[in-house]
């Protein structure tokens, strides 16, 4: 298996919603991201988990909370999202964090919030 | 703080003709390269990567690049584009300034007319 799996694909949320993104893979990698693409715009980091722990948090406000339950999983919790915050979700994984490693990403959630 | 820049924000091509996209990077130590495709609505697949050796990078459906370290370059080309290579690309790095994080450009838009 050589694939990032996201689900949903899609999703519709009011701003009241509690949602969460779901994220897996099983490669072993050690490492997994959550970037945040605007449209027509570059892929933004959002956060790092290596080895289950949160490594990086790029200043990204509380209505987006991650969760890794295990090496295989990485969730992306939503709650109280405006409507700015509508944009694909990408994750991806790597072999693990540092500079050597190339990326895996998934297909992306495309979250809309009305 | 790295940077990546691509100059080309839109390219039109006629099929058959060769293209050159340009990426270049701010970070003067080691980096690794990356080439990204983002066909419409679709996720980001990997073209090519260059880690070390040969500064020549062949990818796939045909696509190639050359890392000039002198000229802090990652340029790609393909001799001669399809119409099924229109879609979005990306130039990405990391490298130990971004913390081994992928850092992208803003992307070209490649429009490839029949």
């Known amino acids: 298996d050589t694939e990032v799996t996201q689900t949903p694909k899609h999703l519709v949320m009011g701003m009241t919603n509690k949602k969460s993104l779901k994220c897996e893979q099983h490669?072993?990698?050690?490492?997994m991201y959550w970037y945040k693409q605007k449209a027509k715009k570059p892929p933004e980091l959002m956060f790092v988990?290596?080895?289950?722990?949160?490594?990086i948090n790029e200043s990204v406000p509380s209505r987006f909370s991650p969760e890794c339950p295990n090496s295989s999983l990485l969730n992306l919790h939503l709650h109280a999202l405006q409507p700015e915050d509508s944009a694909l979700y990408l994750c991806?994984?790597?072999?693990?964090?540092?500079?050597?490693?190339?990326?895996?990403f998934g297909s992306g959630t495309r979250l809309t919030v009305v | 703080a790295q940077s990546v820049s691509q100059h080309n924000h839109h390219v039109i091509l006629s099929e058959a003709a060769s293209l050159e996209l340009g990426c270049n990077y701010s970070?003067?130590?080691?980096?690794?390269l990356f080439w990204y495709v983002q066909y419409p609505g679709q996720h980001l697949q990997l073209l090519l990567k260059?880690?070390?050796?040969?500064?020549l990078v062949k990818g796939i459906k045909g696509f190639e690049a050359e890392f000039i370290k002198s000229k802090f370059s990652f340029n790609l080309r393909k001799p001669s584009v399809q119409w099924s290579d229109t879609a979005e690309y990306f130039c990405?790095?990391?490298?130990?300034?971004?913390?081994?994080?992928?850092?992208f450009g803003k992307g070209t838009k490649l429009s490839v007319k029949p």
């Open positions: 991806a994984s790597s072999q693990d964090w540092g500079q050597d490693y190339g990326y895996t």
């Open positions: 490669m072993g990698h050690r490492a």
């Open positions: 988990y290596s080895y289950e722990k949160l490594s």
């Open positions: 970070y003067g130590g080691t980096v690794n």
């Open positions: 260059y880690f070390s050796g040969d500064p």
């Open positions: 990405a790095v990391n490298s130990r300034g971004s913390q081994g994080n992928l850092i």
